[in-house]
């Protein structure tokens, strides 16, 4: 008669899976593009430095640290292009704390599986680029441009025609050689407004690069929306337009799992407490006051956002930020409030900031013990304004699928907190 104890085993195809996992040469890994987590999904070192080549995927400084500065940029546009759910794929070069410069190749694509992630895998490829360079010497412009699996295109700037397309782009457009050779940007661009396409040139001729999403003609008149990455070069005289296209992927942002209950107020608190408040800080002190006894809330922060001025300012309370200034300021770009507008989110939850790849938990949370947060956002004539962030030194203490924490007192809180900002002016 069988064990009924007995574990179940798992099905044959997922330990060959994991098996496989285990045998490829180099780092797999999914990233959570809604709840910004990484999760690692074998176990290769990719060199003696593995634990630092793996932190180049998860913590937004070390990019800026460890890859070679030319190379920097081409890895932000495809990291981007990853946590946007592209297909893309790039090589980069990292400083070795033991001296030589290691090559890798990052690829990435949507996972057919988790509507909300990217998967892919980041290859040490440095024995074959040596391999490469070596036969090829000093290579040409359009051999590095194939080496690109994203649609490339080399425009010159002083007549906008295109000078080099790579296979990808060919493919993409379908236009055969000759008549791509004739073809100027605003042929490709012709559907896109004539107020876009100035700023385009605008910001190409101020600061070198421009990001965002265009309307590619094809040959047959149809027109794609991508992301696209133009930047000026120059080469051999020559100054070129090199131009990186991706396709546009529209995915579905999946809740969180539920993993605790949120708190509610405290039943010896008095709404008269936010009311005698004469500064954020001590309104923030108060709402921390008003938690019961056990809550895992350990710090509360408060983000005035100002998307047109590209930050967010903070002001914290509790012991995690207690030596903190008021109002300190942040990139909007990469933060909470970011990911809210990005996604439309009616909050966003972290659940463990350790597995996080956003620029703002590897600069504000992770440093002062964060481990989890909710934040919930609040919108005046729907701009968002202000988001209130409850944080817990423990991973897993919110709900995102419950009420917001203390959800009771959110209305007096913004009736005082307005008094407050008043009075500060």
Not at 87 to 101: D, K, L, M, N, Y
Not at 126 to 131: I, L, P, Q
Not at 198 to 227: P, R
Not at 233 to 244: A, C, F, H, K, V
Request: charged content about 25%; some cysteine.
């Amino acid at each position: 008669m069988p064990d009924s104890t007995a574990k179940p085993n798992n099905p044959p195809e997922e330990k060959i899976l994991a098996n496989y996992l285990e045998e490829l040469p180099g780092i797999v890994w999914r990233i959570n593009v809604v709840n910004n987590e990484i999760t690692f999904l074998n176990k290769y070192a990719a060199s003696p430095e593995g634990e630092r080549i793996r932190a180049v995927l998860q913590n937004p400084q070390i990019p800026q640290e460890v890859i070679v500065p030319k190379d920097r940029e081409q890895f932000r546009y495809c990291h981007q292009l990853i946590r946007s759910r592209r297909r893309t794929a790039c090589s980069f070069r990292v400083r070795s704390e033991t001296g030589p410069v290691k090559w890798f190749k990052l690829m990435g694509m949507p996972d057919p599986v988790h509507p909300q992630c990217s998967i892919g895998i980041l290859l040490d490829i440095s024995d074959h680029a040596e391999t490469i360079l070596k036969a090829m010497g000093s290579p040409r412009l359009s051999a590095k441009i194939d080496m690109m699996a994203d649609p490339v295109l080399l425009v010159r700037f002083v007549d906008r025609t295109v000078h080099l397309a790579n296979q990808a782009a060919r493919q993409f457009l379908g236009y055969d050689d000759q008549t791509l050779a004739q073809m100027t940007l605003q042929d490709l661009l012709r559907h896109n407004p004539d107020t876009d396409l100035y700023q385009i040139y605008e910001s190409l001729i101020f600061s070198d690069h421009w990001n965002g999403d265009l309307l590619i003609t094809d040959a047959h008149g149809k027109s794609h929306l991508c992301t696209a990455r133009i930047q000026a070069i120059s080469r051999q005289e020559d100054n070129l337009l090199w131009m990186t296209l991706s396709h546009h992927n529209n995915c579905t942002a999946c809740k969180g799992l539920p993993v605790r209950g949120n708190e509610a107020v405290s039943a010896k608190f008095s709404n008269a407490s936010l009311r005698r408040c004469a500064s954020v800080r001590t309104l923030l002190k108060a709402m921390l006051r008003a938690l019961p006894k056990g809550a895992p809330t350990s710090a509360l922060l408060l983000s005035r956002i100002f998307i047109n001025e590209n930050f967010v300012a903070v002001t914290g309370v509790g012991a995690p930020f207690e030596k903190d200034p008021e109002d300190f300021a942040h990139p909007y770009e990469g933060s909470i409030a970011e990911s809210i507008v990005r996604f439309k989110q009616p909050n966003h939850v972290v659940a463990e900031t350790s597995k996080s790849i956003k620029a703002i938990d590897w600069a504000l949370f992770i440093p002062r013990g964060i481990r989890s947060y909710y934040a919930q956002p609040f919108y005046e004539d729907d701009i968002l304004t202000y988001v209130l962030i409850f944080c817990s030194t423990e991973p897993d203490s919110y709900d995102p699928d419950a009420e917001a924490p203390l959800l009771p007192l959110h209305g007096e809180f913004l009736v005082n907190l307005d008094r407050c900002l008043k009075k500060k002016r």
